[in-house]
């Protein structure tokens, strides 16, 4: 059945490197995704919305350049934490559409040593 | 704006017993509303999708009500099991055209054996 899948599940990095995660939709095309963000013991909060082909919408307050997203193709949906900091630290989940509801990848838990 | 509220943060409970989870929203007119589970570090898992024009949806133990005109949804858990611990997430698609969706902060629940 379809699934969106992510990874890597889990990331520690050093101050100032960046780091990327890929968010792939199994079993079907996703032309949209959604990237959120998840502090602990706080809900989701929306980043960015991902179309394939052209430009990612951001929300207001994410910086599009820290925060670089790339959908390539159906299939695949990358996020690259560019320069990341500790206060870059949280889980980032990615989300596909499958008919009406949207399906969720595992989730990433970035640290930022 | 639209923002969600969900009520109360946590909760422990016997197993065995029945239980509700609480969600508010400010704007009724929403397009869906959509219940998920959390595990610790993990993604989520779509429980019940309710569209604006019905009143509930049933899934095996759970049922979810809508009462959009006072922008109330709730998450009817039925003989409750251990393996019910996990975080639920209430979250409004506030329209038809974008998919993207405005999470409440989530309810945590413990099932104690």
């Known amino acids: 059945g379809a699934v969106v899948s992510q990874h890597p599940s889990r990331v520690i990095c050093k101050s100032g490197t960046s780091v990327k995660i890929e968010c792939r939709s199994l079993d079907f095309q996703a032309t949209t995704m959604f990237w959120y963000r998840q502090f602990p013991k706080q809900s989701l909060m929306l980043m960015a919305t991902s179309n394939e082909g052209s430009k990612a919408t951001y929300e207001q307050g994410v910086e599009k350049d820290k925060f670089l997203i790339n959908h390539a193709s159906l299939t695949l949906s990358t996020l690259t934490v560019t320069s990341a900091h500790p206060e870059d630290s949280s889980f980032y989940i990615c989300s596909a559409a499958a008919g009406e509801k949207l399906l969720f990848g595992s989730g990433t838990q970035l640290s930022v040593l | 704006k639209q923002e969600v509220t969900q009520i109360p943060a946590a909760l422990s409970v016997p197993e065995g017993e029945n239980l509700v989870l609480n969600c508010s929203f400010t704007?009724?007119?929403?397009?869906?509303l959509q219940w998920f589970r959390q595990d610790p570090g993990k993604g989520l898992t779509s429980l019940l999708l309710?569209?604006?024009?019905?009143r509930e949806q049933t899934s095996g133990r759970l049922n979810a009500s809508l009462d959009k005109s006072s922008g109330r949804s709730t998450l009817y858990i039925a003989a409750s099991q251990p393996g019910d611990s996990a975080t639920y997430l209430c979250a409004v698609r506030p329209n038809q055209g974008a998919q993207k969706l405005v999470f409440g902060q989530g309810t945590r629940l413990t099932i104690n054996p």
């Open positions: 309710i569209q604006s024009s019905q």
């Open positions: 704007d009724s007119a929403i397009y869906n």
